[in-house]
């Protein structure tokens, strides 16, 4: 196995050039199976985690959250990139010590949002965000921790695309390593956000069939792409297709798109 140490410098290589699939599993045997296909990196989701406990996204504890990722982080060989969500505290100081705890379960990567929480998803004040960011920055200092610093603007629809690049900015210069703005669909979107933080690199979240693809990003400058918490819903949406043929119907059509047993018995006995 490789070495914490060694995990966050190929970590830190991905994002030097190019542009880099960063899948997000939601459990350990989906994280295996991705380092299997040959990723070289995965993210964690909050949502797809969330949804496999039986609770809505948001709502898992700290500590839940941080096992979860430990489990992903020693079960892989791989890059873990951690949904850190806001930090589990509003407090500068208590966000990166929340972060210090996460960082010691070995992850290569960190993502802190600037919102508060998923159910009414007011925005922190930009003076306040750009003081989390830079709190977190001094309280990972050390560990070669990839610090990517998330506005959430867009994606909960309170501020426009100028006012997120603004703040990309600012946390740029408060010391993230890299930076998301969960949201833009147009390939001048997400060139507008490169332009502005370069030469720091840019994550673009893509989830939707029919939109975005990796060429798209590449194109745009991205230095990498993530699904958040898509694949789990497509997951999801097998197993809810499945089981309401076999409640409605009495039948057992959709099975037929399942994964093989055999396959999958193989894999994890490797």
């Not at 994280?31 to 949502?47: D, E, M, R, V």
């Not at 290569?108 to 709190?135: C, F, N, Q, T, W």
């Not at 890299?178 to 994550?203: H, M, S, W």
């Not at 898509?230 to 309401?244: D, M, Q």
Request: charged fraction near 25%; proline fraction near 4%.
């Amino acid at each position: 196995m490789k070495s914490i140490e060694e995990k966050r410098a190929e970590f830190r290589k991905l994002h030097e050039s190019g542009c880099f699939a960063l899948p997000n599993p939601w459990d350990i045997g989906t994280a295996k199976y991705l380092q299997h296909l040959g990723f070289k990196a995965i993210a964690t989701t909050s949502a797809g985690y969330a949804f496999s406990r039986g609770v809505a996204d948001g709502s898992v504890k700290r500590d839940e959250m941080i096992a979860h990722i430990r489990e992903l982080v020693e079960a892989t060989d791989i890059p873990v990139n951690a949904d850190f969500e806001n930090g589990y505290a509003d407090e500068p100081n208590w966000c990166a010590e929340n972060a210090r705890i996460c960082a010691e379960t070995g992850v290569a990567g960190l993502s802190i949002e600037d919102a508060a929480d998923r159910k009414e998803s007011p925005l922190y004040d930009v003076d306040l965000a750009v003081e989390r960011v830079h709190a977190v920055r001094e309280g990972l200092h050390g560990s070669n921790v990839l610090l990517v610093a998330r506005a959430e603007g867009l994606l909960v629809g309170r501020e426009n695309l100028d006012q997120v690049i603004k703040r990309l900015v600012k946390f740029s210069d408060a010391g993230a390593d890299c930076l998301y703005a969960p949201g833009p669909t147009k390939r001048d979107e997400i060139k507008a956000i490169v332009e502005a933080v370069a030469p720091k690199p840019v994550n673009v979240l893509i989830g939707n069939p029919g939109g975005l693809t990796m060429r798209d990003a590449a194109e745009s400058g991205a230095r990498r792409v993530s699904v958040g918490g898509a694949f789990a819903r497509a997951a999801w949406g097998g197993f809810i297709r499945s089981a309401s043929e076999l409640m409605e119907q009495g039948t057992f059509e959709e099975l037929k798109h399942g994964a093989s047993y055999a396959e999958l018995q193989r894999l994890f006995q490797e």
